[in-house]
C-alpha cells in the first residue's frame, strides 16, 4: 500500500490528536506550599510597619498552603488573613487556637501555630491539638477539592510545629521528648497517610535524637518522615549546605531575634515517605526551596539582605523585605495531584483597598492588587466631577498628596477595570 505526503500528514495529524486527548484524561495540578516562622508577630515592633514586608513576600510567592508559626494573637492571624484574601478572596484559616501545652509552666500562650489556605483548592476537614511538655503540635486534616473528591477524596494531614529553642543536651532532650509525644499520636493514623510536617525545628544536625525520630531511624514508627531537599547532615556551621540554611537573616542588632548571621537550618518542611512517590499527591522532585536563599556561598554568616547574598532567583528588594520581616526565611515546597480541581471559573478580584481606614488629612493611602494592571487612578468629588488624576508607577502602593481638597466624601475609581467605587473621607 502506497501513502501519499498528504495522507501520511493526516495520519500524524491524527495521531498528535489522540495523544492530546488522553494526555488530557491524566490531568495534573501543583501547589505551593510555605511554611514561615513569623518572629513574634505582630507584638515584635523593632521594625515598624512590618506587616507590609509579609505582604510582598505572600504577593511574590503566593501559597496554596500558608503554615506559621511564632504567631502571637488573633489580632495578627486576622491581619495576615485580610493580607491574603486581598490577593484571592478564596483565602481562609484555620480557627486560631491558643498554646496550651505550657500550662502547667508558664502559660505565656505567646507562640501558636495557624494555617491558612486557598479554598478554592482545599477543604479543611479537621483541626486538633497535640499537646507535649512545651508547645502544641497543630494539626489540619486538609482535602484536596477536586471533582473526584466524593467518590475519591484525597487528604493531606498537615503537622505545624515549633520545637524548643536553643543548644545543648537539655534542649536536644526537649526537642526530642516533644517529637515522641507527636509520633505516638501519629502512630494511631492509616501507615497509607499523607502527612506534611512544616516547622521550626531548631535541630543543629541530623543526629539530633529528635530528628532521627522523625525520619525513624530504628523503623519502629508508623508515619516516618524524608527530607524532601535530600540535604541530610551535619548542618550547623556547615557553608557546604547553605542552599538549605534559614537562619539568621541578620548581624545587626536593633531589629529583634537573632543576629547571628546566616549559619543555621532550622525550618524545614518534611512528607511522609509515601509522597514521594503516591500519584494521587506527591511533592515535586527539586522542588523544595528556602524563599530568599540564593545557595551563594558568599552568604554564610552574612545577614540576607547584603550584596554576598545576591543571585539570580531572589532580588535584593525581596531579601530586603525578608530581612525586615524576621530572622528566619521561609521554605517552600510544590506538591502535584493527579485529580482535577473543582475550581469555579470566575474569581472576584478587588483591585485597590485603603491602608488603614477611609479616612484622611493630608496623604491618600492605597494598596494595588498585583494581579490587575492599572494605569491611572481618578479622585471624583461626590457630584461625580474629577478633582484629581494620579498616575500609578511600578508600585504596589500609592501615596498621594490630598491635603489641597476640602472636607467631604470622594470616591476613587479607574479607567482601565470596571470596579465599585470606594468612598473615602477628607478631614483636615
Known amino acids: 500500500m502506497h501513502f501519499t505526503v498528504a495522507m501520511k500528514k493526516k495520519i500524524c495529524l491524527v495521531l498528535m490528536l489522540v495523544v492530546i486527548a488522553v494526555h488530557g484524561l491524566h490531568a495534573q495540578e501543583n501547589f505551593k506550599l510555605m511554611f514561615y516562622n513569623l518572629l513574634n508577630?505582630?507584638?515584635?515592633?523593632?521594625?515598624?510597619?512590618?506587616?507590609?514586608?509579609?505582604?510582598?513576600?505572600?504577593?511574590?510567592?503566593?501559597?496554596?498552603?500558608?503554615?506559621?508559626?511564632?504567631?502571637?494573637?488573633?489580632?495578627g492571624a486576622n491581619d495576615i488573613l485580610s493580607t491574603l484574601q486581598f490577593l484571592n478572596p478564596d483565602y481562609q484559616s484555620a480557627v486560631f487556637e491558643l498554646n496550651t501545652s505550657d500550662d502547667n509552666i508558664s502559660d505565656q500562650n505567646d507562640l501558636q501555630n495557624l494555617i491558612y489556605y486557598?479554598?478554592?483548592?482545599?477543604?479543611?476537614?479537621?483541626?486538633?491539638?497535640?499537646?507535649?511538655?512545651?508547645?502544641?503540635?497543630?494539626?489540619?486534616r486538609m482535602k484536596i477539592n477536586s471533582v473526584e473528591s466524593d467518590t475519591n477524596?484525597?487528604?493531606?494531614?498537615?503537622?505545624?510545629?515549633?520545637?524548643?529553642?536553643?543548644?545543648?543536651?537539655?534542649?536536644?532532650?526537649?526537642?526530642?521528648?516533644?517529637?515522641?509525644?507527636?509520633?505516638?499520636?501519629?502512630?494511631?493514623?492509616?501507615?497509607?497517610?499523607?502527612?506534611?510536617?512544616?516547622?521550626?525545628?531548631?535541630?543543629?544536625?541530623?543526629?539530633?535524637?529528635?530528628?532521627?525520630?522523625?525520619?525513624?531511624?530504628?523503623?519502629?514508627n508508623t508515619i516516618d518522615f524524608i527530607d524532601p531537599a535530600n540535604q541530610v547532615g551535619s548542618w550547623h556551621n556547615n557553608?557546604?549546605?547553605?542552599?538549605?540554611?534559614?537562619?539568621?537573616?541578620?548581624?545587626?542588632?536593633?531589629?529583634?531575634?537573632?543576629?547571628?548571621?546566616?549559619?543555621?537550618?532550622?525550618?524545614?518542611?518534611?512528607?511522609?515517605a509515601n509522597m514521594q512517590t503516591n500519584p494521587e499527591i506527591k511533592f515535586?522532585?527539586?522542588?523544595?526551596?528556602v524563599y530568599g536563599n540564593n545557595a551563594n556561598v558568599q552568604c554564610y554568616n552574612q545577614a540576607i539582605n547584603s550584596s554576598d547574598c545576591?543571585?539570580?532567583?531572589?532580588?535584593?528588594?525581596?531579601?530586603?523585605?525578608?530581612?525586615?520581616?524576621?530572622?528566619?526565611?521561609?521554605?517552600?515546597?510544590?506538591?502535584?495531584?493527579?485529580?482535577?480541581?473543582?475550581?469555579?471559573?470566575?474569581?472576584?478580584?478587588?483591585?485597590?483597598k485603603f491602608l488603614g481606614s477611609n479616612m484622611f488629612s493630608d496623604v491618600l493611602r492605597l494598596k494595588i492588587n498585583p494581579s490587575v494592571q492599572l494605569k491611572t487612578v481618578i479622585i471624583?468629588?461626590?457630584?461625580?466631577?474629577?478633582?484629581k488624576t494620579i498616575s500609578v508607577k511600578n508600585s504596589l502602593y500609592i501615596e498621594e498628596n490630598v491635603s489641597s481638597l476640602a472636607n467631604g466624601i470622594y470616591y476613587i475609581t479607574t479607567p482601565e477595570l470596571q470596579i465599585k467605587p470606594l468612598k473615602f473621607i477628607i478631614a483636615h
Open 41 to 75: 508577630f505582630p507584638l515584635e515592633d523593632a521594625v515598624p510597619n512590618r506587616l507590609q514586608n509579609l505582604e510582598l513576600i505572600l504577593t511574590d510567592y503566593r501559597p496554596d498552603l500558608f503554615m506559621v508559626c511564632e504567631l502571637n494573637n488573633e489580632t
Open 118 to 140: 486557598d479554598s478554592s483548592k482545599f477543604i479543611l476537614e479537621s483541626q486538633s491539638i497535640v499537646t507535649t511538655i512545651f508547645r502544641d503540635f497543630n494539626h489540619y
Open 153 to 220: 477524596p484525597v487528604y493531606i494531614d498537615i503537622i505545624v510545629c515549633h520545637l524548643k529553642a536553643s543548644s545543648g543536651t537539655e534542649n536536644q532532650a526537649l526537642r526530642f521528648q516533644m517529637v515522641e509525644d507527636l509520633v505516638a499520636y501519629l502512630d494511631t493514623f492509616p501507615s497509607d497517610s499523607n502527612v506534611v510536617l512544616a516547622g521550626d525545628l531548631n535541630v543543629y544536625t541530623n543526629s539530633e535524637p529528635a530528628f532521627e525520630e522523625l525520619l525513624d531511624i530504628d523503623n519502629t
Open 239 to 272: 557553608p557546604n549546605y547553605i542552599d538549605v540554611v534559614t537562619q539568621s537573616t541578620r548581624t545587626q542588632t536593633g531589629f529583634g531575634g537573632s543576629t547571628g548571621g546566616f549559619d543555621d537550618r532550622f525550618d524545614f518542611i518534611l512528607t511522609s
Open 284 to 289: 515535586i522532585e527539586n522542588s523544595y526551596k
Open 310 to 352: 545576591a543571585g539570580a532567583d531572589y532580588s535584593a528588594f525581596i531579601r530586603n523585605a525578608l530581612h525586615d520581616f524576621s530572622d528566619h526565611l521561609p521554605v517552600t515546597i510544590e506538591l502535584q495531584t493527579n485529580q482535577t480541581l473543582s475550581v469555579e471559573t470566575f474569581t472576584r478580584i478587588q483591585a485597590l
Open 380 to 387: 471624583n468629588n461626590s457630584l461625580g466631577q474629577v478633582v
